[in-house]
């Protein structure tokens, strides 16, 4: 099983700052299956980025997704309001599939 | 629109089943693979199961292996989720997930079910 790693576990940021989230897998990941996932309290989580680095249907160009084999990262280039959330990577290229544990972006 | 609506969820006793369902719309169920991911409370996210389109291969993470049953009705653009021998540390919300055409993650996801395992 491939064991997915995010940090930092919490990122206290203001709005219009850069947030930078990293995310290192266990083994390499075949032909970059990385996504990342936004999620609000009680709300589903949100694809933002498949393939490493491509932007999902909708997902505003702030988002970007970059990194291969083990270590991926996801930026916010400005933070937005609604970008305070929970972000999840995801590897898909082998099987169990697994979620990091998840990275807290919040309000300094 | 996709729409992903699951039902189902409850309190449930130790060792007792439920059945979760995922009604979809807005798109051709039937072409596409289903997921259940979980989540308990305060917790990540966790893969549970997935099906083919057609229903014709299933696979499950471990720790739900031989207690859960992945299923679909392509007439009826329902999935299900058949959970037997439950255990305290099956207490979570419940997502069914589509999968996208690219690969294994999901693009659309529903809005959730709990599931209580207490007695």
């Known amino acids: 099983e491939i064991v997915l790693t995010q940090s930092p576990g919490t990122l206290s940021l203001s709005p219009g700052e850069r947030a930078t989230l990293s995310c290192r897998a266990s083994?390499?990941?075949?032909?970059?299956?990385l996504a990342w996932y936004q999620q609000k309290p009680g709300q589903a989580p949100r694809l933002l980025i498949y393939?490493?680095?491509s932007r999902a249907t909708g997902i505003p160009d702030r988002f970007s997704g970059s990194g291969s084999g083990t270590d991926f990262t996801l930026t916010i280039s400005r933070l937005e309001p609604e970008d305070f959330a929970v972000y999840y990577c995801?590897?898909?290229?082998?099987?169990?599939?697994?979620f990091g544990q998840g990275t807290k972006v919040e309000i300094k | 629109e996709v729409q992903l609506v699951e039902s189902g969820g409850g309190l449930v006793q130790p060792g007792g089943s439920l059945r979760l369902s995922c009604a979809a719309s807005?798109?051709?169920?039937?072409?596409?693979?289903m997921h259940w991911v979980r989540q308990a409370p305060g917790k990540g996210l966790v893969w549970v199961a997935r099906?083919?389109?057609?229903?014709?291969?299933?696979n499950y993470a471990d720790s739900v292996k031989g207690r859960f049953t992945i299923s679909r009705d392509n007439a009826k653009n329902t999935l299900y989720l058949q959970m037997n021998t439950l255990r305290a540390d099956d207490t979570a919300v419940y997502y069914c997930?589509?999968?996208?055409?690219?690969?294994?993650?999901?693009?659309?996801w529903g809005q959730g079910t709990l599931v209580t395992v207490s007695s």
């Open positions: 997930a589509r999968e996208d055409w690219g690969g294994d993650y999901f693009d659309y």
């Open positions: 807005g798109f051709t169920f039937s072409s596409y693979w």
């Open positions: 099906i083919k389109s057609d229903g014709s291969y299933t």
């Open positions: 083994q390499s990941l075949t032909s970059s299956f």
């Open positions: 393939g490493a680095s």
């Open positions: 995801q590897q898909y290229g082998s099987s169990p599939l697994t």
